[in-house]
């Protein structure tokens, strides 16, 4: 786009072909056509059934849907009584699973993104425009460019404008720049300085832009960008071509499944010629064509049976579930997830990006600071030369946020300006322009009618001929007016906004309104300083995400003495060298931007190509980066970010439709909170997939064992019961585990760490193997209660008490092992996890042990899983709760090493 804030009104009509008057009406349509509308290109939006497919590519469920069918196509060649529902269970279930996993991801993440429209809701839904000499409305969408659009308060701008006219015009540009105050419009033409190129967007007083507001005054602009070419169309452009990465989970996920994939097809391979070989070797017939395609079909479904066996069918359900369950906990604590495989993203953040204005402050302009003889009356004046209201009882103003200020700080001093307004009505007025930076007020008062004049210091010091002491009015003397200037820059070296107040007392009401007349011969009242301030929780948030190993940084539009002030306050820098501004970067490439990031921690009077610049040079340095903010501005590096953090109440639709997180409260302290939740979503993530993958391996040896030795152990019925029940509902109740005590005390997570990661995996295949030695024992144990030997009696189906006593012990054992993994590192009998004591947990225990017992000596259950009760006696059940109930010490003394090795 053209720089016509560098260029002349005259110069910039001339560029448009347009003149002060407008276009004429045929010249407007005729450009409408050829151009096209005044809009935005929405973005293309992900059909229903892509998403579907999208929910169903991951490989763990590729890999599930796979065994089905081949279990279901060999289960039809095998059959030979119809139908039979135990025969297909493992089909049905894995369907079923996959079903649920499936709808479940869809309807949390159902809320289609609406960046596009939340933008062209942003745009004044009409304009008025100068057409044929004359004022005319028209929609926002059909102006077009050259046309001479006029603005007063409460306008939106609905397209790029270079100003033709100003009176007073202010505009709220927060939402795209990120400064807190209106802004100052003008005329002139504008100049580069100190060597720079360009200027700012916010530094850009000669222009108004499509998205921000006229909140004070009244002028003209000419159109110079429409649609996708104006600033609000970049950021637009940018959303569109922005693409969100894969979460950290997603990628360990899909590396565990293609490890699982992988896994399986070994053992199935292994199984399938080790299996083959051995009935060819031992059989006695004579080896022919037709018993090696008997023994090949065999071992090929025994094969299959134990891949079924070794993928743990309900952990992507169960993984989904536990991420929604950490959804619904994190909008307890005011974060609200919208999409489901982000929530664990926190927790291994490393940098939080956040935006100043709104986020790390309160957007609302304050008085903090002061210097008067007579703080009463300085807070009457501020006040009473205000055009903000304030209501009866109610506690903040509205209007232009200084002047807003400064209301409030007259009603926290019990001066309401209503009550103020009731004994002093304003009688006449010289309203604010931004070429004198004054305002001044006329009001009746006990010695006929008083001026209350403000504004900068710069220009109202010199009218000041008196000085409002403690003792009473005085003339005003250089060494007073030093210490006023001393005062100013005080309050300037704290980055706050300073305002003069005088006065001007008068017998009878002046006869003129002009300020010539009026501002001069002024008494000084005094100086108040004032600033967006930072909220209060921040300061602990900051100090918080310190400890965890999360540093923050702050990326502002607003004035670098600001944003320093305000990083120094909340501990963010400790120095100014600490910090930059935005038109800097554009001199580092994207290899240069990996080094320079390192070096700041604060960003002031930056453009949305900064904000993105910084969030993609973190990111490119393997950290992984949040991005927070409010303002249009935010969108495209909100989207860029590896989770994007968007503010509820301040927050524009834009921002909010393209985050992955939404802080319902706009409070940063609640970023501390959800980093807590993701990081203990992700032990809790990491616990059930080692739980359950323990239990299935134990399963694969106890199956691959049976196969060698061509006995039964476990039917696939026990098998189905023991994935969906036992391995299922402690492993749901294991992702209601609380946070451990120093979940905020340890450094975030490395990305690139998998599941198998600091010692996971060996925990893992050690457990595993453990948890089959003591269910193979329990086998054999029955087996020798039951005839006295364990010789001769493999495969035989008399030998039911043993299959129960393994079907017994491998529930009560996983069962166990999802107690003992309630820490991977702690003991549970510690204080802490003792204190955080698991309710779930405990009551999913009660129910899976009620029910398997149910399924041993309940009557007619019990012959589903092919068992006899009557013949199972105590001394067998107190064996197999013995042997199960050894997982304890095993497990603790394999965390007390680990802990050991770790020091």
Known sequence: MEKHYLEDAAEVLKQVNSSPDGLNSAEAARRLAENGKNKLQEAEKTPLFKRFINSISDPMIIMLLAAAAIQAVVNVLQMENGFRFSEFADVIVIMAVVTINTIMSLIQESKAEGAMEALMQMTASTSKVLRDGKIEIVKSEDVVLGDVIVFEA????????????????????????????????????????????????????????????????RGKAVVVACGMDTEMGKIADALNKSEKELTPLQKKMGELSAFLTKLVIWICVIVFIVGVVETVLVSKEKFSLSMLGNATLDTFIAAIALAVAAIPEGLPAVVTIILSIGVSAMAKRQALIRKLTAVE???????????????????????????????????????????????????????????????????????????????????????????????????????????????????????????????????????????ILYKNKEFASKALRVLCAAYRRYDNLPKSDDPEDLEHDLVFIGIVGMIDPCRPEVYDAIKECRSAGIRPIMITGDHKDTAIAIGKDLGIITDEDQAIEGHELDQYSE???????????????????????????????????????????????????????????????????????????????????????????????????????STNLCEVIIMFVASLLNFTILTPVHLLWINMVTDSLPGLALGMEKAEGDVMQRKPRNSSDGIFANGAGIDMVWQGIYLAIIELAAYFIGLYLERGTIKG???????????????????????????????????????????????????????????????????????????????????????????????????????????????
Not at 871 to 890: H, Q
């Open 154 to 217: 409460g306008d939106t701008v609905p397209a790029d404008c270079r100003i033709l006219e100003s009176h007073s015009l202010k505009a709220e540009e927060a939402a795209l720049t990120g400064e807190s105050v209106p802004v100052n419009k003008i005329i002139d033409v504008l100049m580069c300085v100190d060597g720079k190129e360009d200027i700012t967007l916010g530094d850009r007083k000669n222009m108004l832009y499509n998205g921000s507001t006229v909140v004070y005054g």
């Open 793 to 903: 009696f493999f495969g035989s189906p008399d030998c039911v008490n043993a299959i129960a006593m393994a079907f017994l012990t491998v529930n009560f054992a996983e069962i166990a092992c999802a107690v003992n993994m309630r820490s991977q590192t702690k003991s549970i009998f510690s204080g802490s996890m003792m204190k955080n004591f698991n309710w779930w947990l405990f009551g999913a225990v009660i129910v899976t042990v009620l029910i398997t017992l149910a399924a041993i000596y309940v009557p007619g259950l019990c012959t589903v899983f092919g068992l006899h009760p009557g013949t199972f006696e105590l001394k067998e059940l107190l064996i197999c709760v013995g042997l199960a109930l050894s997982t304890f010490p095993v497990f603790e003394l394999g965390k007390a090493i680990r802990r050991s090795a770790r020091k």
């Open 591 to 693: 290899e240069d931007m990996l080094d320079v990031v390192t070096r700041y921690s604060v960003y002031a009077r930056v453009q949305p190509e900064h904000k993105t610049k910084i969030v993609n040079a973190w990111k490119g340095r393997g950290m992984v980066t949040a991005m927070t903010g409010d303002g249009v501005n935010d969108a495209p590096s909100i989207k860029a970010a590896d989770i994007g953090i968007g503010m509820g109440i301040t927050g524009t639709d834009v921002t909010k439709s393209v985050a992955d997180m939404v802080l319902a409260d706009d409070n940063f302290a609640t970023i501390v909170n959800a980093v807590e939740e993701g990081r203990k979503i992700y032990d809790n993530v990491c616990k059930v997939i080692q739980f359950q993958l």
């Open 345 to 483: 993203t926190l927790g291994c953040t490393n940098i939080i990006c956040s935006d100043k204005t709104g986020t790390l402050t309160q957007n609302k302009m304050t008085v903090v600071d002061e210097f008067t003889a007579d703080k009463k009356l300085l807070a009457k004046a501020m006040a009473l030369c205000s055009d903000a209201e304030i209501g009866i009882g109610e506690t903040s103003a509205t209007g232009e946020p200084t002047e807003c200020a400064l209301v409030n700080y007259a009603n926290s001093l019990g001066m309401p300006k209503y009550e103020l307004e009731d004994k002093q009505p304003r009688k006449g007025e010289a309203p604010f322009d931004s070429n004198r930076k004054m305002m001044s007020t006329i009001h009746p008062d006990t010695y006929g009618y008083v001026q209350y004049t403000k504004g900068a210091l710069d220009v109202m010091l010199h009218r000041c001929t008196g000085y409002l002491s403690e003792t009473g009015e005085i003339p005003i003397t250089s060494e007073l007016k030093e210490e």
